[in-house]
């Protein structure tokens, strides 16, 4: 065997590897998603309850093409899956990249990939359970007198998953604080002089992603501005007992 060989054989490995766990991912992530499809119906009904408490009793949600009845459960199901998947998505990365990494960095990173799953998961249910009852009844309240709310379950979803997912990313913020300070890109006092531009961004991100009312853009502003606090607050610490050590 060549010295050229030698050398391009544990990249082949890694490769190897890796494409190994993306099978098993995608594997365990059909698997999730043949078991839920059954009940996709069930799971749009539960995702689409706080908009429906909010219709008026002789409205309901619309299909107002020929293929979305299918197609809003398919793709809802596909999300649900996913996310449910995530935690082995994220442990087959681990497991990828952990025989690289010093005992120190494994002692930082596998912790930070589970309070990133426990964030995220956070950041959907603070959406579904405490943000989507005050904007859809907001919404549902502005209609014009005469007009009658009526949603299509397309256009539903679209709202409804874009909201998931930049409420999972904004509760992803202690994560990345944390990162920042431990790498030393910045340094928590440094992010602490920062702080009236981080709560007035805050608010600028709230009202880009949500309705026009101060209500709404606080639900999404002031616990940005806490996990900002948060992630400071560990990163500080973090930082100091790495200093220590």
């Known amino acids: 065997m060549s010295d050229t060989d030698q050398q391009s054989l544990p990249l082949v490995q890694h490769l190897i590897e890796?494409?190994?766990?993306?099978?098993?991912?995608?594997?365990?992530?059909?698997?999730i998603f043949l078991m839920l499809f059954p009940f996709a119906n069930d799971i749009y009904i539960f995702v689409s309850a706080p908009l429906q408490v909010f219709l008026p009793e002789s409205s309901s949600m619309i299909?107002?093409?020929?293929?979305?009845?299918?197609?809003?459960?398919?793709?809802?199901?596909?999300?649900?899956?996913?996310?449910?998947?995530?935690?082995?998505?994220?442990?087959?990365?681990?497991?990828?990249?952990?025989?690289?990494?010093?005992?120190?960095e494994k002692g930082l990173i596998f912790p930070l990939l589970v309070s990133s799953v426990f964030l995220f998961y956070a950041g959907i249910a603070f959406?579904?359970?405490?943000?989507?009852?005050?904007?859809?009844?907001?919404?549902?309240?502005?209609?014009?007198?005469?007009?009658t709310v009526m949603t299509d379950i397309g256009s539903y979803l679209d709202f409804v998953t874009k909201l998931f997912i930049a409420f999972g990313v904004v509760f992803e913020i202690p994560i990345a604080t944390i990162l920042f300070i431990r790498s030393g890109v910045i340094s928590a006092d440094e992010l602490v002089q920062k702080r009236p531009y981080i709560i007035i961004g805050s608010f600028v991100i709230g009202m880009l992603l949500t309705p026009p009312d101060v209500i709404s853009q606080s639900l999404l502003a002031i616990p940005m501005w806490c996990l900002f606090e948060c992630g400071v607050f560990l990163g500080r610490y973090l930082h100091n007992k790495k200093s220590i050590v």
Request: aromatic share 20%; net charge positive.
């Open 63 to 104: 299909a107002t093409e020929v293929a979305t009845p299918f197609l809003a459960p398919f793709k809802l199901t596909f999300f649900v899956a996913f996310l449910i998947a995530i935690p082995f998505l994220l442990y087959q990365l681990w497991a990828f990249l952990a025989p690289g990494l010093y005992q120190s």
């Open 127 to 147: 959406a579904y359970s405490v943000v989507f009852p005050l904007i859809f009844a907001f919404f549902t309240s502005t209609a014009p007198e005469g007009v």
């Open 18 to 31: 890796l494409r190994n766990r993306l099978l098993y991912g995608l594997v365990v992530l059909l698997v």
